[in-house]
């Protein structure tokens, strides 16, 4: 059955509080797909971010950033008034301030928590109990981080950076409190998101979520499991991820992510990555799984080196760690990221699985004049975008081309007006043959260069962009509803 959807981040729906949360918006938000006849829902990922503000930098890859937490909820509990919430200095600008948020949103919370009596609430006990697995070192991670004022653990006292059973029993005594304080944060943010979920899952809506094929250094999987990086006896990496050099980058990109102890995996019939996305699957309908191409070959450049240039490709786990993941959780839905330079091994893993792949068509025009970005070159099996999180906005991008690109463009698309572009994009994508179609709901608002949300290799200015109440209406829905219509993508409305 022929799909489509959009993309939009959390982080990107109005909201009073500077930020995104699973707020009434966002269930306005849901309400919107449904009018504008779309069926899916692309999310980025829900971890509690941490280096650069970016979600694929995560101090957890089970846990949900807090920020996403509606304080709303809390009111009408009694855990806080509307005057607290109202005094708060949260900057509620166009684009969201982090550092506001950080100290305003940690300080309702804090507030909340020690008027919330949660311990003895058994639903709280029931979420404690059923999320043990990740949730005690996480809260603990947290709290010792806290007390060290925020630096790495790989910087932390020797016995509690190599978690030594006394120090271990220490910490989880003399921080009691703030343990406590990130189980509640945990319990809420995972309450409120499945209700959310839920709401879009009863109006015929899928969640795709996103996640990072690598956890961050400084990370509490990285704390909790040591055993399962390249990490030498001191937790040091002994290598970090990123990409050689290239077109884009004479120097390539260093990423710094640990890389996997894929050997270590394999023994453990690699159960830390078939619980990982079992959880996801808690969260999520359909999971994206990013930087597909690392389960064939990473690429491995030495730990303390500034650029990627002295990497080198090691093989990963290829078809052996999805054919756990299938004998273990059984048929799941997944989109494998398998954009970039592909090598014939990459396609061939791809195509065992039987994940369907991903497109962009603003890739189909870099003067390759019959790139496997362009239509009539897609099968059926494939995931299809005018853009991701990753790319400019359609109308910026296409602003940016050289004229041979920009000609060419005109010509494959028809544009006869350039102020059209962004319309016959997403025409071209809703159009083709491919099952599923997701938008960026930037290119339905035909929005410019301000509205990106990420430039990769960058820092400062990613991650930001909000979406301003009043930008999406009845009338968007509708056009938007005749177009998914118009190309076979949803039932007509009884």
């Known amino acids: 059955m022929r799909k489509c959807g959009i993309l939009l981040a ?71 008034t509307k005057k607290d919430c109202e005094e708060s200095d949260f900057d509620d600008g166009e684009f969201v301030n982090y550092e506001k948020i950080f100290f305003a949103k940690f300080k309702l919370l804090k507030k909340a928590y020690k008027n919330s009596n949660i311990a003895s609430d058994p639903d709280y006990q029931e979420f404690i109990n059923a999320n043990k697995a990740w949730l005690d070192d996480y809260a603990l991670y947290m709290a010792i981080k806290d007390s060290f004022g925020g630096i790495s653990w790989t910087e932390w006292e020797p016995d509690i950076m190599l978690r030594k059973p006394q120090a271990l029993k220490k910490y989880r005594e003399s921080l009691a409190e703030e343990i406590g304080f990130y189980r509640f944060q945990q319990y809420f943010f995972l309450k409120q998101w499945k209700a959310l979920k839920k709401y879009a899952n009863d109006k015929g809506i899928e969640i795709i979520g996103d996640i990072p094929i690598y956890v961050a250094l400084d990370s509490a999987d990285t704390w909790s499991n040591p055993q399962l990086f390249q990490f030498d006896e001191e937790c040091k990496p002994k290598a970090v991820a990123g990409c050689p050099p290239d077109s884009f980058s004479a120097t390539g990109q260093l990423w710094g992510n640990p890389l996997y102890d894929w050997e270590y995996m394999k023994k453990t019939d690699y159960a830390w990555w078939i619980e990982r996305i079992r959880y996801c699957y808690e969260l999520y309908d359909v999971v994206r799984i990013d930087h597909f191409r690392g389960f064939d070959e990473y690429y491995s450049i030495p730990f303390g080196d500034e650029t990627a240039q002295n990497g080198h490709w090691e093989k990963g786990p290829g078809y052996d760690l999805f054919k756990a993941v299938k004998n273990t959780l059984g048929k799941t839905k997944v989109i494998a990221e398998d954009l970039g330079f592909l090598t014939p091994t990459v396609i061939k893993l791809v195509q065992k699985t039987g994940y369907p792949g991903m497109k962009v068509l603003q890739f189909a025009f870099d003067s390759r004049e019959e790139s496997d970005y362009l239509p009539h070159n897609y099968s059926k099996n494939c995931i299809v975008y005018t853009g991701t999180h990753d790319n400019d906005t359609t109308k910026s991008w296409y602003e940016s081309l050289n004229n041979h690109d920009k000609a060419f463009a005109r010509r494959y698309l028809d544009v006869k007006n350039k102020n059209k572009i962004c319309e016959k994009m997403v025409r071209s994508v809703l159009s083709s043959v491919a099952d599923t179609a997701v938008i960026p709901i930037q290119d339905y608002l035909e929005l410019g260069g301000e509205a990106r949300m990420n430039t990769p290799s960058t820092l400062g200015t990613n991650w930001k962009w909000r979406l301003q109440s009043g930008q999406i209406n009845d009338e968007l829905a509708t056009k938007i509803y005749s177009l998914t219509k118009l190309y076979g993508r949803i039932q007509s409305k009884q």
């Not at 729906?13 to 966002?26: D, L, M, N, Q, W």
């Not at 980025?44 to 970016?54: A, H, I, R």
């Open 10 to 80: 959390i982080s990107s729906i109005p909201s009073k509080y500077g930020i995104g949360t699973f707020s009434k918006e966002a269930y306005e938000f849901v309400d919107f797909l449904e009018k504008a006849g779309q069926t899916l829902w692309q999310i980025l990922p829900l971890g509690p971010t941490g280096y650069g503000d970016s979600p694929y930098q995560s101090f957890s890859t089970f846990a949900g950033n807090p920020y996403y937490i509606d304080m709303d909820e809390f009111v009408e509990k009694g855990y806080l």
